[in-house]
Every structure is written in C-alpha cells, then in structure tokens.
C-alpha cells in the first residue's frame, strides 16, 4: 500500500471580489515507502497549496475536495485533533524561509526539547541528548554548544539545517520540503540536497520536495510530477523525464538549467521560457500552456488535454494535444 495516495485533490480559493480562483485542479499522486516525489512547475503553480491541502493548512477561503489516503486513511476527512497527530508526527514538514517555524526568541534547545517534552513525554534529559543527535544527524557541527543559542546567530544554511532537525525529531515517515533551498547559495543548496538525499537512502524517510528548480529534482527524485496554473502537465519517473521529456513545459524547464557539461567559456544564454504563467481567472478552455507553446495548434487553444497516459510508457502521463514524437524530435536539434 502507498504511504500516500493523493487522488483528484483540488483546492478552490474564494475571493471577495472576482471569480474563485482554481489553485489546484484535479491533482492525483501516490508516495511509496522510502521515495522520493518531486512536484515542479514557476512560482504560483500550485506546489505549495497542494501540500497544505493535504496537512489541513489551507487558508481560511480555501476549499479542497478530492482525496488524500496517509495509511488508508483520508486525511482531508479528519479532524483536527488527529490530523494534528499525523502532522508534525508522522509526516513533517520544512519551509523554504526556517525563520516560519523557528521562535526567534527560544534557544533551539528550547524548541526543540519541548516538542519532545510534549509529544514524546521525554525527560528533560533524555529530549536534550534526542536533539543534539539529530542536530548531528543534519551535521551541525559542535552541536552540544550550538543547541544553546538563537535562530539568529546561525547562517541561512545551519538555520535550514536546524529546521529539518526539528522536523526529524520524530522520526516522520514522510517529509515534505517546500522549496528548502530556494534562499540559499548554489553550494550551501547542493549541501542540503545531498542532506535530504542521505535521509532517503539511510533512514528510508519518503520525500516530497517542492521546487521551481529542474536541477534540485535531478538531485533527489525519483519521481516527478510538473504543475501549470494548477493542473498536472506531465507525471513520470525522474529517469524517463529526463531522458525524454514529453510536454513542452517540461521541455522549456529543462532547457532553462544549466548543464554540467557545458564549458566555461560557453556564454550561450541560458534559454527560459518567454512570457509568464497566467493569472488565476486568466485560463481559457483551452490548454493553459497554450499562450507559450512553441507547439501550440487551434485545437490547444480551443480544448484543454487530458492527462493521459503517453503512448509506450504506461507509467507516464501528460496533458498536451501533440503528438510525442514531435515535441521529442524537436529536442535533438
Ligand atoms: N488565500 C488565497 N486566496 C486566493 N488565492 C490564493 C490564496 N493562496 C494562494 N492562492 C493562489 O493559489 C495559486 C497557487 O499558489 P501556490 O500553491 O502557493 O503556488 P506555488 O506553485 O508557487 O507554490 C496562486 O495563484 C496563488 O495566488
Ligand atoms: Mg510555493
């Protein structure tokens, strides 16, 4: 059984003036023990809310509707008190600003033995030793002095460490990162990717990271699901994505990353994909890519794709009128 099965959730906010806005249509995924999901797409595609849904962390014009089974249980169908359980509990989360959910006021000490105190009926004692070896398990070095001090005396990457520390106290089946890295520089970023991807390997822990960043997925994921104003554009595993990814947005998300291989003194530009999502009320019937596309025909603009299933690959879905072929074609030009 999947740890997380997540089917048809949407996430409809309403608006004292102008139409609701459809944050999340339709969205359908599922996390086995120990993998590592990827949700990608530009800023206010959905990634964020689609997690919030699931953790009861909606916005109080927010709706959901749809599905989401932790262990069989419909954890949009739960009350407070046992989501909050589950939550924190079970399936832990880190933000991509740590300052959200540390105290800037409490030493990390503090913060971190009380949950322990509370949720785990700890002593004293017992919760400072449980801390400073999770502190050493995100490698924060000296951490028997450091957990005395403040959010403010670590740098951005300790803080980001210390934040999934406390998200590790309780040992959760399941984390989700909500753009960790997005504040950080490019190296202090891998650092922390490669943190999450020992996690994975050593402690099984299921991620689901959420980014705007195709390189951070490459970095983690074993799967990947890619978001557009809301809906799914293109789901499959990271390998098959990679090598050959289907969708145009997709293609374009790819193009905008750097390669490893390329030289130095290569000054091409990287390509990003010209003009921007569409705001909410924007979307028309047809394919919300479609002002975009480089592939975009009459029936695009006219009818929105299903996301169906991509010819010879059962396991990959995607939501686009044109035919593979010719979106892969393109690509080795
Ligand atoms: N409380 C709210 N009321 C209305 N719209 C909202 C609210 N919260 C988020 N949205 C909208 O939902 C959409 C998806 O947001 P989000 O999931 O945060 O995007 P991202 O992919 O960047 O994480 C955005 O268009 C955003 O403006
Ligand atoms: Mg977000």
């Given at each position: 059984m999947p740890l997380l099965e997540v089917k048809d959730l949407s996430v409809r906010f309403t608006r004292r003036e102008g139409a609701p806005v459809?944050?999340?249509?339709r969205v359908s995924f599922s996390l086995e023990p120990g993998r590592t999901l990827g949700i990608v797409g530009e800023s206010g595609s959905g990634k964020s809310q689609t997690v919030m849904a699931l953790l009861g962390l909606l916005a109080g014009n927010g709706n959901v509707s749809g599905e989401a089974l932790y262990r069989g249980e419909n954890l949009l169908a739960m009350n407070e008190a046992a989501l909050n359980k589950i939550r924190g509990d079970r399936i832990g989360m880190i933000f991509q600003d740590p300052m959200t959910s540390l105290?800037?006021?409490?030493t990390i000490e503090r913060q971190m033995t009380e949950t322990l105190q509370l949720h785990r009926k700890m002593s004293r004692r017992d919760a400072r030793r449980r801390a400073i070896e999770t502190l050493e398990t995100v490698r924060i070095p000296d951490s028997a002095r450091r957990i005395g001090m403040y959010p403010h005396e670590f740098s951005g990457g300790m803080r980001q460490r210390v934040m999934i520390a406390m998200a590790l106290l309780s040992e959760p089946e399941i984390l989700i990162a909500d753009e960790p890295t997005t504040a950080l520089d490019v190296t202090v970023q891998a650092q922390i990717i490669e943190l999450l991807r020992e996690l994975n390997r050593e402690r099984g822990t299921a991620i689901i990271l959420i980014t705007h960043d195709m390189g951070v997925v490459a970095g983690l994921c074993d799967d990947v699901m890619v978001m557009y104003a809301g809906q799914t554009v293109e789901q499959a595993s990271a390998a098959s994505l990679f090598a050959a990814p289907t969708h145009p947005y997709t293609r374009g998300l790819l193009n905008a990353l750097p390669r490893l291989t390329d030289s130095s003194d290569d000054d091409r530009p990287l390509q990003t994909i010209p003009g921007n999502p569409p705001l909410p009320g924007e979307v028309g019937a047809g394919c919300a890519f479609a002002p975009r596309c480089a592939y975009c025909s009459d029936q695009c603009r006219q009818s929105r794709p299903a996301l169906v299933a991509a010819d010879g690959d059962p396991q990959a879905l995607r939501a686009c009128h044109r035919p593979v072929g010719e979106i892969l074609e393109a690509q080795h030009v």
């Open positions: 459809d944050a999340v249509q105290n800037p006021f409490l």
